[in-house]
């Protein structure tokens, strides 16, 4: 059974600095590209970050400069480090690994809240 959970999300102020962790399991975790997408209230959810299972990265131009994400194949786990954090970047903010034969799998979100 494939799981992916998602923890780090919390309450920041303007400025501040997060990072998320997503833990994964019953996948074959390096195979795989690894997203994070994150969905505001009213919005839709949209693609934060990427990485591959060659290491290649990709942000949206939102937050390019500002957010890094990485990975350990060792444990099974994806990162997103948050920096100069923005009120516009309060969302829930999800994990995703998807591999072009094996299909998708989602975490269940974790909340990131910018405010003063």
């Known amino acids: 059974q494939v799981h992916l959970v998602e923890s780090g999300g919390g309450l920041v ?10 833990a994964t399991s019953g ?3 390096p195979m795989y590209i ?9 919005k839709q959810r949209e693609l934060v ?3 591959t299972s060659t290491d290649v990265t990709d942000y949206a131009a939102s937050v390019r400069g500002r ?9 099974n786990t994806v ?5 100069s954090l923005k009120l516009d970047d309060t969302a829930v903010y999800y994990c995703n690994a ?8 989602w975490g269940q979100g974790t909340q990131v809240t910018v405010s003063s």
């Open 67 to 75: 957010f890094t994400i990485s990975r350990d194949n060792a444990k």
């Open 49 to 51: 970050a990427r990485i």
């Open 98 to 105: 998807n591999h072009y034969l094996r299909g998708e799998h």
């Open 34 to 42: 690894m997203d994070w997408y994150r969905q505001a209230p009213g």
């Open 27 to 29: 996948i074959n975790f």
């Open 13 to 22: 102020q303007p400025g501040g600095s997060l990072r998320l962790s997503c």
């Open 79 to 83: 990162y997103l480090e948050m920096n």
